[in-house]
């Protein structure tokens, strides 16, 4: 089916950027629904879960310290295509390479840190967006 849903997290940089609204408004632009919406505080349980696949690398403890470092806006978003769609909302991970017109490119930039701090997370498969919506709304 081509309706999907996908896992979107505002990282706490974008929340405490005051970037909530914005990250949201561009989701809602797209033609996207919310099917959940909630301000999170993330658990280093909860990130081994979410961030497997990163484990053992060098920006693995960073990234998780970043993820702990304030609360987090994650969200369910359903529409056609939307795991690929939200990700090229969202541009390339390296803020500084993210194309202009994406979150990323638009919002992001590097600010010399161990992690990129680049705003947003949005699931890369159905299988990880299975996985991933599993993990931050169990009752999905
Ligand atoms: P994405 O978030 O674009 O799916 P990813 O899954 O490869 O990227 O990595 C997860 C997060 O980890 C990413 O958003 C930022 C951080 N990260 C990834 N690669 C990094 C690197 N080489 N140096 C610093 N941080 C990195
Ligand atoms: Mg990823």
């Given at each position: 089916p081509a309706v999907q849903r996908t896992l979107v997290l505002i990282k706490p940089d974008g929340v405490r950027r005051g970037l909530t609204g914005e990250v949201i408004r561009r989701i809602e632009a797209k033609g996207y629904g919310l099917v959940r919406l909630e301000l999170r505080s993330a658990t280093p349980e909860l990130l081994a879960d979410h961030y497997a696949e990163h484990q053992?690398?060098?920006?693995y403890e960073p990234l998780v310290e970043f993820m702990l470092s304030g609360p987090v806006v994650a969200m369910v978003v359903e529409g056609q295509r939307c795991i690929e769609g939200f990700r090229a909302l969202a541009g390339a991970t390296d803020p500084t390479a993210a194309a202009p017109g994406t979150i990323r490119g638009d919002l992001g930039r590097d600010?010399?840190?161990?992690?990129?701090?680049?705003l947003v997370h949005g699931s890369d498969s159905p299988e990880s967006a299975a996985r991933e919506i599993a993990i931050w709304f169990s009752d999905l």
């Open positions: 053992g690398k060098p920006f600010w010399g840190l161990a992690v990129q701090q680049n």
